[in-house]
C-alpha cells in the first residue's frame, strides 16, 4: 500500500472504533513508523511503504483500537515545546498543565530554589529548569518507576551533567534497589550546585528538607469515586496513584497545605493544578492556612485549573 492508502485505512480503523480525533492519530502513527512528518502526506502520499513498516503501522493501529493511548505507542508527548518520553508509570503529561508551568514562570526567578511535588515524567520541574537560568530543582515522587523515567528526561532536555549526584537510574525501572534508595536520600539531604536538578523517592515531603521558593504540584485530584467513569486510555492505562485525589479529590491538597509551611521561604509560593470544580475548595484551604493573596488561574477553555498562595513572613 502507499502512503496515503496507509494513511487513510488507519483512520477509517481508528474511526470505527470510536477514537475520536482518528485522522490525527492515524497520522501520528504513521509518522512514527515511518520517520516521516506531516508534509509527506501531502507531498509523498504516492509512495509505497516496506513491508514490515506496513505490518507495524497494522499493529499500533490494532493496539490503539484496544484503547492503548497514542503516546505509549510511539512513548512520548510534547510538553512547553520539549519532548517529554513517556510509559505505564508516569502520568502522560496534559496542555492543561502548560498553564500551571506558565504561572510559576512569570514568578520564577534567577537562582530560585523549586520542589516538584509528584513529578511524574517531570515535565512540569524539567520545563521549569528549561526556561530559566540557575533554578535549582529538586523532584519527589513516590513511585520509583515514575522517577527513571523522569531522570531520563532530565538527562535528554537538560544535560547530564545537571543531574545532581549522576544519574540513579540509569537501570531499567524497576529494578532500583537499595542502592538506588540510599543514594536516593543522601540527595535529599544535600543542596546543591547552582542549576541543578535531582529527584527524590519521597511519600510526599517524608524525605525533604531545607527550605524552597517555589513547590508547584499536580496532584492527583479525581474522586476515587469518578475514576470508573474516565476513558478507558485513562483507567486502564495511566497510574491510578497519579489520579485518585479520595473520596472528595482533595487528600493531597490538603496535605501539601498543611505541610508546605515548614519547606517554604517566608514570601515563598505554593502552585498548584486543580480540576475545574476545586477552585474555591482548594483556595478555601489556603486561606485557612494563612496562605496570602490567593488566587485562581483560568485555562484557555475558561475553566479553573491553577491555585497559587504566598507564605506570610513569620
Ligand atoms: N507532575 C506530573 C504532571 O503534571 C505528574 C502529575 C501526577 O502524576 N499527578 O504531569
Not at 123 to 141: A, F, K, P, R
Not at 146 to 165: D, F, M, Q, S, T
Not at 256 to 263: A, D, T, V
Request: hydrophobic share 35%; aromatic share 8%.
Amino acid at each position: 500500500m502507499t502512503y496515503g492508502e496507509l494513511y487513510r485505512w488507519g483512520e477509517r480503523e481508528l474511526l470505527s472504533a470510536g477514537i475520536g480525533e482518528s485522522g490525527l492519530e492515524a497520522r501520528l502513527l504513521l509518522e512514527y513508523v515511518c520517520g516521516t512528518n506531516r508534509n509527506d502526506l501531502l507531498v509523498h502520499g504516492d509512495r509505497i511503504v516496506e513491508d514490515d513498516r506496513q505490518t507495524l503501522y497494522g499493529n499500533l493501529v490494532g493496539k490503539r483500537r484496544d484503547r492503548i493511548p497514542l503516546q505509549h505507542l510511539t512513548g512520548e508527548q510534547e510538553f512547553m515545546g520539549l519532548t517529554f518520553l513517556v510509559n505505564e508509570h508516569v502520568l502522560i503529561p496534559r496542555q492543561d498543565t502548560e498553564i500551571l508551568v506558565e504561572e510559576v514562570l512569570r514568578n520564577l526567578h534567577d537562582g530560585m530554589r523549586v520542589l516538584d511535588m509528584g513529578t511524574g515524567s517531570g515535565c512540569i520541574l524539567i520545563s521549569l529548569l528549561h526556561y530559566s537560568n540557575h533554578c535549582e530543582g529538586v523532584g519527589t515522587d513516590i513511585s520509583e518507576e515514575a522517577l527513571a523515567v523522569a531522570e531520563k528526561n532530565a538527562e535528554r532536555l537538560l544535560g547530564r551533567e545537571r543531574i545532581a549526584g549522576g544519574l540513579q537510574t540509569a537501570r531499567s525501572a524497576g529494578e532500583a534497589g537499595e542502592h538506588g534508595e540510599a543514594d536516593r536520600e543522601r540527595g535529599a539531604l544535600e543542596r546543591t550546585d547552582d542549576g541543578s536538578i535531582r529527584f527524590v523517592r519521597s511519600d510526599l515531603f517524608e524525605k525533604i528538607s531545607g527550605k524552597f521558593d517555589i513547590i508547584v504540584s499536580n496532584p492527583p485530584y479525581i474522586r476515587s469515586d469518578v475514576i470508573g467513569t474516565l476513558m478507558p486510555e485513562v483507567r486502564e492505562h495511566e497510574p491510578l496513584q497519579a489520579l485518585d485525589g479520595g473520596a472528595d479529590g482533595l487528600d493531597f491538597y490538603r496535605r501539601i497545605i498543611r505541610e508546605s509551611r515548614k519547606y517554604l521561604s517566608g514570601g515563598g509560593m505554593l502552585f498548584f493544578e486543580i480540576g475545574y470544580d476545586q477552585g474555591e475548595a482548594v483556595s478555601s484551604l489556603l486561606d485557612e492556612n494563612r496562605f496570602l493573596e490567593v488566587q485562581v488561574a483560568k485555562d484557555y477553555a475558561g475553566l479553573d485549573r491553577v491555585v497559587y498562595g504566598t507564605r506570610r513572613f513569620d
